[in-house]
């Protein structure tokens, strides 16, 4: 099977950092997506990380750590327009079936 | 177009009718799966197909779903004898088969009466 956790909710304040945890149970594994979701839009790709490690792009950052199936999504320099929910995926072996945890809803306020 | 289209935006029907929605995906991209989505939740995988064959259905939550893609390209998800909990926005997304990066459409809004 397959179970996806992160937190429900996050405030955090323009201009400061925040950090989105997302730890994963899953039956296999093959990459871990993270997307954000505006209010009434569709989910848009933000990241990919397969192998452990540190992927870096732009004021964005992914982390994963498959031996404790565990990722984080670093947002810097937080602009009001970050407001979104921000959703962890993970990809199961020998496919491309993807599954979703419930997502996190960050506020950014001033 | 350039992405995925969706249609219909937004179906309105009665507890019991037989309901259709519609999914273009990007052109050339081969894999194109179907989410279910309620508020305030993450998508819920319902299918995909890689080509013209459903690669895993096991999201489907019953018989009464369904879903063709009978030439590798537009795909329909057919829900036979609705419930008002099958209320949601369903969102269809497509993806190379190299990357796996999703690309969504804006997503069917049901709303079962």
């Known amino acids: 099977g397959q179970n996806i956790d992160q937190p429900t909710e996050m405030t955090a304040t323009e201009g400061a950092i925040v950090q989105i945890n997302c730890t994963y149970q899953?039956?296999?594994?093959?990459?871990l997506f993270w997307y954000q979701q505006h209010a009434g839009e569709a989910p848009t790709f933000l990241s990919y990380?397969?192998?452990?490690g540190l992927e870096e792009k732009g004021r964005f950052s992914s982390f994963l750590s498959r031996s404790k199936g565990y990722s984080y999504l670093l947002l810097k320099e937080l602009q009001m327009k970050d407001s979104a929910s921000y959703l962890c995926a993970v990809r199961a072996p020998g496919g491309f079936k993807t599954i979703f945890g419930a997502g996190t809803r960050l506020f950014v306020k001033a | 177009g350039a992405g995925v289209s969706q249609t219909p935006s937004n179906k309105v029907t009665e507890k019991g009718k037989y309901v259709e929605l519609r999914c273009d995906p990007i052109s050339g991209h081969t894999a194109l799966y179907w989410y279910r989505q309620s508020l305030g939740q993450g998508p819920e995988f319902l299918i995909y197909f890689q080509g013209t064959g459903a690669a895993d259905d096991s999201g489907l939550p019953n018989d009464r779903f369904f879903a063709v893609r009978p030439e590798g390209s537009v795909s329909t998800l057919k829900i036979q004898r609705t419930e008002r909990g099958d209320s949601a926005m369903y969102l269809c997304?497509?993806?190379?088969?190299?990357?796996?990066?999703?690309?969504f459409g804006e997503g069917s809004r049901l709303t079962v009466l």
């Open positions: 990380n397969v192998l452990d």
């Open positions: 997304a497509s993806s190379l088969h190299t990357t796996g990066e999703l690309f």
């Open positions: 899953t039956s296999g594994f093959n990459g």
